[in-house]
């Protein structure tokens, strides 16, 4: 079984192929960058998708080794999304389907996140039957655990994403983007973290009080290190305790972290001293499977295809659609049942 899978959710663009035993031949991604000081438009992300996806989709091929026809299964994120993005990604997957007579099948992006996180974990020998994620990236914030057959989002961010709220304030003290790495850069450098409201709502965070009190504080000559230091520290600490509060309510055996902010090494060193201490162990996901990709659709396609939940080509033009609000627990996981 050979799948090649497309992420189109937000401004990256992946294509991945991964096989039936969880091998990744090809992870390709284009990024759409937008203009200085701007955030992203989802119309001109879409148009970025669909200038670069003919391309991208040859890089895959060429870097797996695999013919057109070798492929037997194509997978698409269904949602949730920006829906301009969303539908590029659909309309690729689409044509593939119908031009090579192979069946469809529909992901949850943010499923695919917890099942390719799973399989790198797996892939380092652990094993989670039922492990506790945190989601952390640009656009989402989440706890997801297995309950009762599905997956359910057990914490959130009330307001901001943590990604978003990095980037934010990265871009308002006149830092590139993405704001993340810089101010993980700028934190080694501080010699005090500043200290800044510290927020949880039960098993909720809510970031929009700290990056206020943060960019106050930088305006009021605090050193730029010691804000960003300040940042992390709260942040993380907040996030830290809504994924310790959900792993211990559902006994979990692991903890995941994965997302693109999962990059970050004081959050991955917090997170592993948490789970240390409860005696269950945890992973993060590396980089190039833990930001938006095309290999963790691939992956995840392949559990919905081998489910008879994948769509076959004569049913695609009518059932092969996007839902830009698709929720964690409305998507089937049967091979977690
Ligand atoms: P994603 O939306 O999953 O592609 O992740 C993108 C987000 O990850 C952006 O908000 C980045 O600022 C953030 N990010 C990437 N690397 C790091 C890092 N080392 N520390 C904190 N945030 C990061
Ligand atoms: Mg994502």
Redesign the pocket.
């Known amino acids: 079984m050979i799948c090649i899978g497309i992420e189109s959710t ?3 663009l992946g294509v991945g192929i991964v096989t039936g035993d969880g091998e990744v031949l090809a992870n390709e991604k284009a990024q759409y960058v937008p203009p200085p000081g701007s955030g992203i438009h989802p119309s001109e992300a879409a148009e970025h998708h669909a200038r670069e996806i003919p391309d991208l989709v040859d890089r895959a091929l060429e870097k797996a080794g695999v013919e057109p026809d070798e492929l037997d299964l194509v997978a698409y994120s269904k949602g949730p999304g920006l829906g301009p993005c969303l539908r590029v990604g659909a309309t690729a997957a689409r044509t593939i389907s119908l031009a090579l007579r192979i069946p469809l099948a529909p992901v949850n992006h943010c499923v695919a996140h917890v099942e390719i996180g799973l399989l790198s974990a797996e892939r380092e020998g652990l094993d989670f039957g039922y492990p506790t994620t945190l989601y ?5 914030t989440q706890v997801i655990a297995l309950k009762e057959g599905r997956y359910r989002v057990f914490g959130e961010t009330l307001d901001l ?4 709220m ?2 934010t304030f ?1 871009r308002k003290v006149g830092l590139p ?5 810089e ?2 850069k700028l934190a080694r450098e501080a010699d005090e973290p500043t200290e800044l409201p510290y927020t949880v709502h039960g098993t909720d965070v809510s970031f929009s009080g700290l990056l206020t009190a943060a960019l106050r504080a930088y305006e009021e000559g605090e050193p730029l290190e010691n804000v960003c230091a300040g940042i ?1 520290e709260t942040a993380f600490a907040m996030l830290t305790e809504i994924t310790e509060r959900a792993a211990a309510q559902l006994n979990s055996d692991g903890v995941l972290l994965t ?9 991955s060193e917090m997170i592993h001293t948490m789970a240390e201490e409860r005696g269950v162990e945890a992973h993060t996901v590396p ?1 190039d499977l ?3 990709n095309g290999a963790m659709i691939a992956w995840t396609g392949i559990l919905v295809h081998e489910h008879g939940l994948s769509i076959r080509p004569e049913d695609v033009p009518k059932e092969a659609t996007v839902e830009q609000k698709y929720r964690i627990d409305e998507a089937p996981v049967p091979w977690r049942g």
Do not use: T, Y
Request: without cysteine; charged residues 20%; negative net charge.
């Open positions: 937000a401004e990256k952390v990236s640009g656009g989402n994403p943590i990604g978003n990095l980037d990265a983007h993405p704001g993340g790495p101010i993980e992390q997302g693109g902010v999962a990059a970050n090494r004081r959050l980089p833990a930001g938006d």
